[in-house]
């Protein structure tokens, strides 16, 4: 199968609707600061070491609350978000934010029970007992807290290397438990609530709201992608030593929307592969009715995936990920791909409007992937192709700013497009920033999140 079989006429539609990193902040910024406000209207004044105490008890609780449904917010695929700000930096926001809700939580639980204590002058202990066996709902939400917990511990960078991708991922579906266990308490004890119904009914909108989207886009959009489009395996073409093309064909496949540079989480109807769906960018344009994905084996998944058989049926969520051309604000632009990094930017090489260059980096010749393709997409559109083959040991590293200069004239004008290794895409941003490219112009994906 030929790439000229993959490009498409696509009806003109208009652009799909992307909210960016600054808008994006800019809300949860404001929900925290109602949420406060929310204790700030219930507080008249503080009395006391225990008044304060509670007071922050119950500031960190509020917070808490609403963080968590920003974490889960985040995590709902919403295709505005995906496409303005970009799976890596949304999962970025929800680590750390993660931290902090772990924390607030914690601390919301510690300075409740010591403000409880300290007003009715009574032990923690006896305080904490008292509170857990018979205030509304907190043994629940005890429960929830020792989840969060858990969750947090073990979403640890290095607790997280200990596990399976897997384990650590379904794992973590505990958070949805949590925050099921934690939700009662919060309107049954919280002074903020008691008696207002707004302040009520605004959180319900809050958690019902991100419960909609979660059922909206992690739940119904996949089913109906599949049922509509009913994709499936084609042909799996070695393309090499370790790397496979994966032809795959659907229906309507144009209602999409797909963006060259964007990624699917995909999931193969095989018996050892339906549990599991992993992100890999679309290394090709979308076609009339096809979609090519390339695939390096790296571990279980990506190695079973040169076996897959034509017929096999594929589940499929996305088209996610912001590494499009909506990124690019100037004429000339700068792809640098390193290993299977050259999917998006192979998609984004034969698309992206303006004056490209393409930097290859490889350890070998036998790895370069799409050679043929990139040397007849260069030609056809009069891109500039770099290929940047040798080990490492030899060669030394080829990102400078010194060389980047060399090889690119006029860089600082340049919109920088990178995937590749974390060390290659380190190294290549430093000397791209040292070499005068303002951050703002250098787009990364990277491949693990
Ligand atoms: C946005 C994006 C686009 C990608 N595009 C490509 C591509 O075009 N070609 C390609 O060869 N690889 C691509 N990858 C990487 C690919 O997803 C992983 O190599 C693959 O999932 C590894 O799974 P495994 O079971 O083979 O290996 P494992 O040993 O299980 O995992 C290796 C590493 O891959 C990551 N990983 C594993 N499973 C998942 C998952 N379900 N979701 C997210 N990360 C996971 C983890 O960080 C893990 O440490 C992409 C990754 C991302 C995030």
């Known amino acids: ?58 500031i960190t609780g509020l917070l808490a609350g609403y963080g968590l449904a920003v974490l889960l917010a985040l995590m709902a695929r919403v295709p505005a978000l995906e496409r303005g700000v970009g799976t890596d930096r ?4 929800h680590a750390r934010g993660g931290r902090y809700v772990v924390w607030l939580a914690i ?17 923690v202990v006896d305080e904490t007992v008292t509170m857990v066996l018979s205030y509304p709902d907190v043994l629940k939400a005890t429960a929830a807290m020792a989840l969060l917990v858990a969750v947090g511990a073990i979403s640890v960078r290095a607790a997280r ?3 399976r991708y897997e384990t650590w991922y379904h794992l973590h579906f505990y958070t949805y438990l949590a925050t099921w266990l934690a939700f009662g308490h919060q309107l049954a004890t919280g002074e903020e609530f008691a008696g207002h119904h707004v302040a009520t009914a605004c959180w319900y909108a809050l958690y019902l709201g991100v419960a909609a989207l979660l059922v909206r886009y992690r739940l119904w959009a996949p089913l109906a992608l599949s049922l509509r489009h009913r994709l499936r395996v084609v042909t799996v073409v070695p393309e090499a030593p370790g790397v496979v093309s994966i032809y795959l064909y659907g229906r309507d496949l144009d209602r999409l ?11 193969f109807l095989t018996r050892r592969l339906w549990w599991s769906a992993n992100p890999y960018s679309l290394s ?19 190695a079973a995936l040169a076996r ?11 088209p996610y990920g912001a590494f499009t051309a909506g990124l690019r604000c100037r004429e000339r632009v700068l792809l640098i791909a390193g290993g299977v990094g050259i999917t998006p930017l192979r998609a984004l090489f034969e698309t992206l409007p303006g004056q490209v260059t393409l930097i290859y980096r490889a350890r070998s010749a036998e790895e370069l992937v799409f050679r043929a393709e990139l040397e007849e997409i ?47 895409t380190g190294a290549a941003s430093a000397a791209l920033r040292e070499a005068g490219v303002p951050a703002r112009r250098i787009h990364h994906e990277s491949f693990d999140f």
């Open 161 to 163: 290397r200990r596990l």
């Open 284 to 302: 090709a344009p979308p076609g009339t009715g096809t979609l090519r994905i390339t695939v390096k084996d790296l571990g279980d998944h990506s």
């Open 1 to 58: 199968m030929t790439t000229t079989d993959l490009r498409v006429e696509t009806k003109s539609s208009p652009a799909p609707a992307r909210v960016r990193r600054g808008p994006a902040l800019a809300v949860i910024a404001l929900g925290a600061a109602a949420v406060v406000a929310l204790w700030w209207r219930d507080t008249p004044h503080v009395v006391g070491p225990g008044g304060w105490l509670t007071g922050a008890g119950r």
């Open 257 to 267: 929307r797909i963006e060259p540079g964007q990624f699917f989480r995909w999931r």
């Open 378 to 424: 260069a030609a056809r559109r009069g891109a500039r192709l770099l290929y940047c083959v040798g080990d490492r040991a030899v060669i030394g590293s080829p990102f400078t700013a010194r060389e980047l200069r060399r090889q690119v004239p006029d860089l600082r004008a340049h919109d920088v497009y990178l995937c590749g290794p974390p060390a290659m």
């Open 308 to 318: 897959l058989r034509p017929g096999t049926r594929v589940l499929a969520e996305g």
């Open 107 to 123: 601390a919301h639980t510690l300075l409740i029970i010591w403000g409880y204590a300290v007003t009715e002058a009574t032990g």
């Open 90 to 93: 949304l999962t970025r926001w």
